[in-house]
């Protein structure tokens, strides 16, 4: 049995097998997901990307506007992010920031110190935990990691702050060395939650899921974190795969953006938690879209044509057959049953039809509505071939103006 109003609403009409009794069952579901948005500080590790503190006070607030639970600031990057993070606190003391503001603090008391003048919600430590890269890298051994972790977590819990134990490259460790890490983190140092990444984006989501299940039993009633990268192009996959699993936060970044191949989309996660999982995340969807356009425009990376949900190419349609679908579709008050969701539901205004090589007669016989002109079926054909030649030539779509030439011709005027 499915509930249809979570499949098929006045916006969208998804697909009822994701509700489906025998599909969900195997869910490990939490109530409610929390967003942990790292545009702030995965933005500084973004090649080229560099952003001024007011930019980031900016980016913050639309963050807020969006509905995320909490921020990432790393204060020890600089004396920019050290202003960024102390600006930060100050907004949320004022009531002006909703969003907890979280400091990124390597395993080093000093940096937890920093987080504390800076005056944090909260800490997230993090520390590389492959125990060869520890060894050839640091001088680390397996005893040396576990102690310095538990004794950094400890330090910041002994100063009172809400403290999360980030241990990252964490899917190349053996099962036994994990165990006993996240016991001690936990039961020795005291960490509040568990954040653990994919730090490489190469783990399959079904692996995922059953890690962290692994360390939801050896920490029973500590709530776990997960983050990742898209190396693989599974990103926002990783971060469903953890929710299945019972992760209750989720690290996301908007437009992706993030160290290589990014991190899991803010505004991919959110959808796909909220439409397809049917679990609320307290995201405001209708800001999804101008959050997204902030954050392209400020930080100079233009969003992909083809990307998920805020592409341009989303709402925009050549084919002539589609266009005349959506239109009778929409007769019936269901225009969305050729989309993914209807536009509105992002922020976003309408959808676009464009003339190409997949222009028919009803995309022209629009057009010509539009421009309060009439044609005979052979002129509309002639049209139509004259427009599909025009686009071979521009290796693009055929631009109004252009259009506008082709029908004075065929028309005569």
């Known amino acids: 049995m499915v509930e249809q109003n979570r499949w098929l609403t006045d916006k969208y009409w998804l697909s009822h097998f994701n509700y489906a009794d025998e599909v969900r069952q195997q869910y490990t579901l939490p109530e409610r997901i929390y967003i942990h948005d790292v545009t702030l500080r995965e933005a500084e590790q973004t090649p080229h990307v560099s952003l001024l503190p007011q930019e980031k006070v900016r980016i913050a607030k639309a963050l807020d506007e969006l509905g995320v639970y909490s921020v990432e600031v790393a204060p020890f990057y600089s004396s920019y992010d050290k202003e960024a993070a102390k600006e930060l606190v100050k907004m949320r003391r004022n009531g002006e920031l909703k969003a907890k503001v979280i400091c990124l603090c390597r395993w080093m008391e000093q940096d937890i110190d920093l987080a504390l003048e800076c005056g944090a919600d909260g800490v997230m430590i993090e520390c590389i935990v492959n125990p060869w890269t520890c060894k050839q890298a640091w001088g680390i051994d397996e005893d040396g990691l576990v102690e310095r972790l538990t004794r950094v977590v400890a330090y910041a819990k002994k100063n009172n702050i809400f403290t999360i134990a980030e241990p990252w490259d964490y899917y190349k460790v053996p099962l036994e060395l994990l165990e006993r890490l996240c016991k001690s983190v936990v039961y020795e140092g005291g960490a509040d939650h568990i954040s653990i990444s994919d730090t490489f984006g190469f783990t399959l989501p079904w692996a995922l899921t059953y890690v962290v299940r692994k360390l939801r039993s050896w920490v029973p009633g500590i ?149 309060g002109l009439s044609a005979t079926k052979e002129q509309v054909r002639e049209i139509v071939e004259r427009v599909k030649g025009e686009a071979a030539i521009r290796k693009w779509s055929v631009p109004d103006f252009a259009f506008k030439e082709i029908v004075k011709e065929a028309l005569g005027k």
């Open 223 to 371: 709530p776990i974190e997960h983050h990742g990268h898209n190396d693989f192009g599974l990103a926002t996959m990783v971060m469903i795969a953890a929710v299945v699993g019972g992760a209750e936060v989720v690290h996301t970044s908007i437009n992706a953006i993030g160290e290589r191949a990014g991190n899991a989309a803010t505004e991919e996660v959110a959808m796909a938690i909220q439409l397809l999982l049917g679990v609320e995340t307290g995201i405001k969807l209708d800001r999804i879209y101008p959050t997204c356009q902030l954050v392209s425009e400020l930080t100079k990376i233009p969003i992909a044509g083809n990307k998920p949900i805020v592409g341009e190419n989303e709402f925009v349609y050549g084919s002539s057959m589609i266009a005349w679908m959506i239109e009778q579709l929409g007769k019936q008050g269901r225009p969305y049953t050729m989309m993914p969701f209807m536009p509105e539901l992002i922020g976003r205004e309408g959808y676009e039809v464009i003339l190409g090589r997949g222009t028919g007669a009803f995309i022209v016989e629009s057009k010509l509505k539009e421009m």
